[in-house]
T-cell receptor, first 114, second 110 residues
């Protein structure tokens, strides 16, 4: 059983469309991170959200942490082929700054077609 | 800065063989970790270290050993490889909860 669930598992859209992917859990996290991973490479950190209800924007990407700190969403506006990749969420169960208690979701694989 | 480097990039082992996956970072981070990534499973923590001389087990430590003699290096040893250890292995170092991942080692055990 996964501690973190992500949906959808796969998503294929046309360039210019908007999309939202979700990260859900029954556990409360002290912080939550989103990563993007491209084929043959390691994950790259996009954002960390810490406060319940927090919203962060990174260009066309909007990240929201649920009020209860159990879930998060990633919204992409006007998707581009360069957004293609595996999007992973990771939740921190502890309150430390080292990150050793991060658990990862299985990921959403996004394909943006030109 | 090279960031986090891993060698080798690819490896094929026979069941029962042993090997060491190398990981090095040049960012002077105290915390380092090893994950394995399998389809549909996300990344699972194998072992981690909060500083030289200190290591601890993660979620899936069985069959793996680590040591941390220096801040820079954090090798992962497979003692007796099994087909269930076929996976992609990522090393990461972190500071203030920001994790930086290496490019990964793709390991196949036949």
């Amino acid at each position: 059983t996964q501690l973190l669930e992500q949906s959808p598992q796969f998503l294929s859209i046309q360039e210019g469309e908007n999309l939202t992917v979700y990260c859900n859990s029954s556990s409360v996290f002290s912080s939550l991170q989103w990563y993007r991973q491209e084929p043959g490479e390691g994950p790259v950190l996009l954002v960390t959200v810490v406060t319940g209800g927090e919203v962060k924007k990174l260009k066309r990407l909007t990240f929201q942490f649920g009020d209860a700190r159990k879930d998060s969403s990633l919204h992409i506006t006007a998707a581009q082929p360069g957004d293609t990749g595996l999007y992973l969420c990771a939740g921190a169960l502890g309150g430390d700054n080292y990150g050793q208690n991060f658990v990862f979701g299985p990921g959403t694989r996004l394909s943006v077609l030109p | 800065n090279a960031g986090v480097t891993q060698t080798p990039k690819f490896q094929v082992l026979k069941t029962g063989q042993s090997m060491t996956l190398q990981c090095a970072q040049d960012m002077n981070h105290e915390y380092m970790s090893w994950y394995r990534q399998d389809p549909g499973m996300g990344l699972r923590l194998i072992h981690y270290s909060v500083g030289a001389g200190i290591t601890d087990q993660g979620e899936v430590p069985n069959g793996y050993n680590v040591s941390r003699s220096t801040t820079e290096d954090f090798p992962l040893r497979l003692l007796s490889a099994a087909p269930s250890q076929t996976s992609v292995y990522f090393c990461a170092s972190s500071y203030s909860s920001k994790q930086y991942f290496g490019p990964g080692t793709r390991l196949t055990v036949t």
